[in-house]
């Protein structure tokens, strides 16, 4: 018969088992006649295990009675139980809305507890160290006594656990404004440090905070009891003193600062200036100047007499020409002077005359003498500056400067005189330079040429310091060329030897003239080669010569095909087998000899003109 198993466990947790806290239950169950196969665990919370050793963690205070039924190998069954509670250990938490400012009046501390398990049972509190108090009973702390008080405060819950005690040393109540005293009123000069007095004012706790405030210049504000300052500017200020406490309680009370006005002003008559006579004169103090004003100005100077003006800008007119040292006394409303002294020059008020002589007719090349001595000033010229152009811009200095003109032309010469006062006035001279320079005259050379040829003739290569007017041709065969131009073109008609002569004439009339020989060659078929190198003009197959000697025309081709002798035989035979075109050709010798003396006789006739000819 089988025996049932018995049932029994422990349980394994803190004294006190709290939420979440983690229980073991450990089996301790037997089997007479067998073994324990199966175990379940009923925690009495809702949950439950199969595990032969288990644990268990509860959400929620309270007794839970729990169960372990066990099942042995022959299906007997038995039951073991035991109670676990789990306790509340944890405090409430309690907690202030005081913010750690000062407060003007009474106010109250608000203090909150919470307790997420039993619940708050009581909040419990004590003022500077009095009874203790309790909020349900009480109500919430109320701070009434000024200065620093003491806050210590805590809570108890359901379970009766207490929370540790909580102290606010520093609970800040002040409802008394503090009294301001910004010293007595002073008197100081301008410039000089003085010191607020601040330290008369009081408070009840403590004053935190001195602020000074006044206008000089732009808003000031200074801080601290007994701060300096320095005033530059005479005046009356009114500086407010403003204190405060810690709680921001304040006051004010105000001081006048009487500043005295020490500096003396400056003068300034203004830039001295030079006059003429008779002209008004404005005397100008505006540069003069105070920290705070001027109130009077006064101009004083001896003009045969003591003179006295009054105003920041006075006029007076000076007759007399002279050196006048005015002085400015200028003074501000507290009684400082100051004094500055300005120079006034009276000039004269002539102007020099300016005379710079006669015109003048030079010679390029010719010293030319200036004479500015006629010019003349009622105090004595100082300067005299003749100015002129003559390639480039001239400067003179004297009264009778020296100067020579190189180029040809008309010079406008302006004379300036300067008096001692800086007055000036100008004159002109006129100088007229003349031309006295010949041109220079230059033919290109030509040794020789033919009749009725045209030949080019150049004078280019002349030239003058001026300018030349005219080239004067005399080709030497009577005939004469006028040209503006340097280059002409002549022809001669007649052969010979001619000079050519060129006159050049300048703008001014100035000349200078050069003569070149030329040889000038027959060219009897004008086609301007020189006969003497042409020996064939007409090209018919004849000597120039031969033709001359035999009476024919060198100029004529037709000639060589007729027979003046009647021979038979052309004259362009006859010369070609050396026989007399004008003999009729027969083998008597006497006709011969005839013949041949009647040929020399011609030729030398024929030479003769041909010579002349050429020539």
């Known amino acids: 018969m089988n025996a049932a198993p018995i049932a029994d466990f422990d349980i394994v947790s803190s004294e006190k088992p709290t939420i979440n806290e983690e229980i073991t239950f450990v089996d301790k169950s037997s089997d007479p006649d067998g073994e324990v196969v199966s175990w379940f665990w009923d925690f009495g919370d809702g949950t439950t295990s199969s595990t032969q050793n288990a644990t268990h963690k509860y959400q929620d205070l309270g007794t839970y009675v729990v169960s372990l039924t066990i099942t042995d190998n022959d299906g007997a069954t038995d039951m073991a139980y035991r109670n676990v509670t789990i306790f509340d250990v944890t405090p409430p938490v309690t907690i202030d809305d005081y913010d750690g ?272 001595s006629a010019s003349s000033d009622n105090v004595g010229i100082i300067s005299y500056v003749w100015t002129f152009t003559d390639g480039t811009l001239q400067t003179l200095f004297g009264v009778n400067p020296s100067y020579t003109f190189e180029t040809p032309g008309v010079y406008t010469v302006t004379l300036n005189v300067t008096d001692a006062e800086g007055y000036f006035t100008t004159d002109t001279v006129v100088i007229t330079v003349r031309d006295t320079t010949p041109p220079i005259v230059y033919i290109s050379n030509y040794a020789t040429t033919v009749q009725n040829a045209p030949l080019t003739l150049d004078a280019s290569g002349s030239y003058d310091n001026f300018a030349i007017a005219h080239y004067l041709w005399d080709f030497g065969d009577g005939t004469l060329e006028n040209s503006t131009i340097p280059s002409v073109i002549h022809t001669f008609t007649k052969p010979g030897a001619y000079m050519i002569t060129l006159v050049v004439v300048d703008e001014t009339g100035n000349l200078n003239s050069a003569s070149v020989s030329i040889v000038v060659y027959r060219d009897t078929d004008e086609d301007f080669i020189a006969d003497y190198i042409d020996e064939d003009d007409d090209g018919d197959g004849m000597p120039d010569d031969w033709e001359i000697l035999h009476g024919l025309d060198p100029l004529d081709p037709s000639d060589a095909s007729l027979d003046p002798d009647g021979d038979g035989l052309s004259n362009l035979e006859e010369y070609q087998i050396g026989s007399d075109p004008n003999v009729y050709t027969s083998p008597s010798p006497f006709p011969l000899i005839v013949v041949l003396v009647v040929a020399i006789i011609g030729f030398v006739i024929s030479l003769g003109v041909y010579i002349a000819r050429k020539l």
């Open 101 to 372: 400012l000062w407060h003007t009046s009474d106010f109250t501390i608000n203090l909150t507890a919470t307790d997420d398990l039993s619940g708050v049972q009581t909040i419990y509190y004590i003022i500077n160290d009095g009874p203790v108090m309790n909020v349900q009973i009480h109500g919430q702390p109320r701070i009434s006594v000024e200065g620093y008080n003491k806050l210590e405060y805590w809570s108890v819950d359901m379970a009766g656990n207490e929370e540790a005690h909580q102290i606010i040393l520093d609970v800040k109540l002040d409802k008394t404004n503090p009294t301001a005293n910004a010293g007595p009123d002073q008197i100081v000069d301008e410039d000089t440090p003085m010191t607020f007095d601040g330290s008369a004012s009081n408070d009840n706790i403590e004053i935190t905070n001195y602020t000074w405030a006044f206008f000089d210049g732009a808003p000031q504000a200074l801080t601290g009891m007994t701060p300096e300052y320095t005033f530059d500017s005479p005046g009356s200020y009114t500086v407010t003193l403003n204190v405060t406490d810690a709680a921001l309680n304040s006051a004010t009370d105000t001081v006048v600062i009487t500043v005295t006005d020490i500096t003396e002003p400056t003068a300034d008559a203004g830039d001295d200036q030079v006059v003429h006579e008779g002209v008004t004169v404005t005397f100008d103090g505006s540069g003069s100047a105070d920290n705070v004003g001027i109130v009077s100005y006064v101009w004083t100077f001896i003009d045969v007499t003591p003179q006295t003006l009054l105003g920041v800008n006075s006029t007076y007119i000076f007759d007399i020409p002279g050196v006048y040292n005015v002085t400015l006394t200028v003074s501000d409303a507290q009684g400082n002077l100051a004094t500055d002294v300005v120079t006034i020059t009276v000039i004269d008020a002539t102007w020099p005359a300016a005379d710079a002589g006669p015109d003048q007719v030079v010679d390029e090349d010719t010293l030319v003498n200036f004479d500015g």
